[in-house]
């Protein structure tokens, strides 16, 4: 037996909610396995921001060497041609020339 109590009714809920609570529990798994693939991206992303970090550390401690070590044989070439004939200072060139040549090769091969 039913009592209404102030305007109360009740209703029991139509056989459609298992559908629905089905339903909800596909899209839940389907939205979960979006979040793995998701979560998959972001760590592989982090990885490679880690790799290229690492790349751009290493590319910049080789060009400081270099800068370095051509600053100073510039200096020395400098030097040299201040205190020389100009005979030397085709010297110097052609020492110039070849040591940019052996520096690309080592960088090339490297």
Known sequence: MRR???GYSYEPLPQRSNEIE???DKLTEELRDKVNVLKSLSIDIGNEVR???RLMNDID???ERTGGFLGKTM???L???RNSHNCSILHIVLFSVTLFFILYIVLKFR
């Open 4 to 6: 209404n109590h102030a």
């Open 75 to 77: 200096n020395n070439v």
């Open 22 to 24: 089905d339903e909800n």
């Open 61 to 63: 401690d080789d060009l």
């Open 51 to 53: 790799y290229q970090d």
């Open 79 to 81: 030097k040299l041609s």
